[in-house]
């Protein structure tokens, strides 16, 4: 990830290939869909019994947090988007993969789901590998 | 909440989702015939809504009450919200888009439905 000079390209674009065009258009809408399951999801266990199980509801929260900003900035797309979009995106791997670890080995912690929940089996494993097809698609329109 | 209504739009909404499938595999452009598919699911959709705080109005059964009708809400705005987004971009794209809006839709049903029966915490 060094390399993200778009000058060192020999057929460098003036600019950076719109995200929301093509499979982003759909990449968006998959997007949008969790940023609305995660967000009602962590809105409903913030307001009813936070104190149940606080790890896992402020993973539900981040987690929201995390997909609302990748939907928008990738359907933005400019510069300062993408850049927002890979943060996000990078912080939705980490999460996915350390939440999803960390549910397995120590369901204790995890009396109540989140989206990222044993790699986000409750939601097809689609959580799983949103992030990798974010983060290619990013590449490839860069 | 379960019953016959529900199983319509379930089927309604599955039907729709292959023919926008199809459509999107075959890269037909899109027609008026996409819109009103989608204009009569959400017909069937705010029926739903409707039926769904009637019918929780009038029980005394344990329920959570804000998640249900979040969830019945969240049924409502997904068909137009894509059809928004999927109108900026003509491509088989744009239709893919549709089609993931037709196929969330029993999922989301389910879910009312799960919410209904007190199976989700």
């Known amino acids: 990830m060094a390399d993200l000079g778009e000058h060192s390209d020999p057929q460098a674009r003036t600019g950076p290939a719109p995200t929301g065009e093509g499979f982003g258009r759909f990449l968006v809408a998959v997007y949008g869909l969790f940023a609305l399951a995660a967000t009602s999801r962590s809105a409903v266990q913030l307001a009813t019994d936070f104190s149940h199980a606080p790890l896992a509801y402020l993973l539900s929260g981040l987690a929201a947090l995390v997909y609302v900003v990748a939907t928008v900035s990738l359907a933005r797309g400019d510069l300062t988007s993408r850049r927002l979009a890979t943060v996000a995106i990078s912080i939705e791997l980490v999460g996915v993969l350390v939440v999803g670890a960390a549910s397995l080995l120590l369901p204790g912690s995890f009396p109540k789901a989140t989206v990222w929940t044993s790699f986000g089996s409750g939601y097809g494993f689609v959580p799983l590998i949103l992030p990798f097809v974010g983060l290619w698609w990013l590449r490839r329109t860069r | ?121």
């Open chain 2, 1 to 121: 909440m379960t019953g016959p209504y529900a199983t319509t739009i379930t089927v309604v909404a599955l039907v729709c989702a292959a023919w926008t499938l199809i459509s999107a595999a075959a890269n037909r452009p899109r027609g008026v015939a996409l819109l009103a598919s989608g204009l009569v699911l959400e017909v069937l959709l705010v029926g739903f809504a409707i039926g769904g705080i009637v019918q929780m109005a009038g029980t005394d059964q344990e329920l959570a009450r804000g998640e249900f009708v979040m969830y019945l809400l969240g049924c409502l705005a997904i068909p137009p919200a894509a059809f928004v987004w999927a109108w900026g971009d003509r491509s088989r794209a744009g239709t893919a888009v549709i089609a993931l809006a037709f196929l969330i839709t029993p999922v989301m049903i389910l879910r009312v439905q799960q919410v209904w029966a007190g199976s989700v915490g």
